[in-house]
T-cell receptor, first 113, second 112 residues
């Protein structure tokens, strides 16, 4: 069964610094990969998704993620953090034949002024 | 409505009681999903509907949990004989495309 591992339950960066949130996947077939964000008191929102069209995927709010098959990774990055990026971020995976997503345990991003 | 709507937003019940949680998906979305999220954890898949039928119910933890979607739109998650371990936020999502799930804000269930 497919799964994802998010390294670091909490990440703290300074405003303007690089954001790097790590996600490694385990899947027996080429997966679909996703990043979702959950702002306080809001539902989960899709940030970006990888479906094999391009290895570098750009999402909303300046985030992007790169699919690296050799490292089984799909890390999320943003060049310059903003205070409004403070939220919980979830990596998710689905096999091509299955609609349901399997989520990681999440990484809470704090942005310090 | 514009988004996925879940009711109630909060439900407090006593151990052993029956609970129903309702989800109203985005109009036209054929796929509907139920997830459960415990504190400090990611969402855990429960069940997925395509139209009226449950296409994948492999995540339901036991036979106390049941979900229906009789007309292919609104869905109800039903929990019988609730236990304290059922306390969590129950999330509903709907989608047109694979993976692009649109989530509601959840129903927080507390079992005393």
């Amino acid at each position: 069964a497919q799964s994802v591992t998010q390294l670091g339950s909490h990440v703290s960066v300074s405003e303007g610094a690089l954001v790097l949130l790590r996600c490694n996947y385990s899947s027996s077939v080429p997966p679909y990969l996703f990043w979702y964000v959950q702002y306080p008191n809001q539902g989960l929102q899709l940030l970006l998704k990888y479906t094999s069209a391009a290895t570098l995927v750009k999402g909303i709010n300046g985030f992007e993620a790169e699919f690296k098959k050799s490292e089984t990774s799909f890390h999320l990055t943003k060049p310059s953090a903003h205070m409004s990026d403070a939220a919980e971020y979830f990596c998710a995976v689905s096999d091509t034949g299955r609609r349901a997503l399997t989520f990681g345990s999440g990484t809470r991003l704090q942005v310090q002024p | 409505g514009a988004g996925v709507s879940q009711t109630p937003s909060n439900k407090v019940t006593e151990k052993g009681k029956y609970v129903e949680l309702r989800c109203d998906p985005i109009s036209g979305h054929t796929a509907l999903y139920w997830y459960r999220q415990s504190l400090g954890q990611g969402p855990e898949f429960l069940i997925y509907f395509q139209g009226t039928g449950a296409a994948d119910d492999s995540g339901l933890p036991n036979d106390r949990f049941f979900a229906v979607r009789p007309e292919g739109s609104v869905s109800t998650l039903k929990i019988q004989r609730t236990e304290r371990g059922d306390s969590a936020v129950y999330l509903c999502a709907s989608s047109l495309e694979a993976g692009e799930l649109f989530f509601g804000e959840g129903s927080r269930l507390t079992v005393l």
